[in-house]
């Protein structure tokens, strides 16, 4: 955090502009940071390869093996249907891309970004109506089950 040079009040590092009084910051004193930063992952007993490999494209198993059943429930009811029901997928999609979300962030140790980015990939690949989606969840929830053994195993035997 700056300081105002004419009010005082504190300014973040990033801003051009003083929120209370509107003065300019000198740009000397900003600190620019890039907009695609990489947020640090909050596991850091996942410092190995495997381990770094695992928290970014692993899912929780837990998560992995729901969405296999919300989409194949969601596949027959369009395919049943003929289509009628994409409205509901669509709408299940959505629920099932939260619901990813804050179990890839409590569950797996996601940070927010990269949970966010999880949740819209399945939440988007399960209301489109085919089985291909399973090509991508089937193996990150197998390599999330990997990814949790590896976690403990390191855990256990720094203790």
């Known amino acids: 955090m700056l300081s105002c040079t004419q009010c005082g009040s504190a300014v973040p590092?990033?801003?051009?502009?003083?929120?209370?009084?509107?003065?300019?910051?000198?740009?000397?004193l900003l600190r620019r940071v890039p907009i695609f930063q990489r947020i640090p992952n909050k596991n850091p007993e996942s410092a190995g390869s495997l381990g770094r490999f695992g928290q970014l494209f692993g899912l929780d198993p837990r998560v992995a093996f729901f969405t296999l059943i919300v989409d194949m429930m969601l596949n027959a009811g369009d395919l049943l249907s003929m289509g009628l029901l994409l409205?509901?997928?669509?709408?299940?999609?959505?629920?099932?891309?939260?619901?990813?979300?804050?179990?890839?962030?409590?569950?797996y140790g996601d940070d927010k970004e990269s949970a966010r980015i999880k949740a819209l990939v399945l939440g988007?690949?399960?209301?489109?109506?085919?089985?291909?989606?399973?090509?991508?969840?089937?193996p990150a929830g197998v390599l999330g089950l990997f990814h949790g053994f590896w976690r403990n195993w390191r855990k256990d035997s720094h203790t």
């Open 13 to 28: 590092d990033t801003h051009e502009y003083c929120g209370k009084c509107g003065k300019k910051i000198s740009s000397a």
């Open 87 to 107: 409205p509901v997928s669509a709408a299940a999609g959505v629920v099932l891309g939260y619901v990813v979300y804050r179990a890839q962030i409590n569950w």
């Open 124 to 138: 988007l690949l399960t209301a489109i109506p085919t089985p291909i989606p399973e090509i991508l969840y089937i």
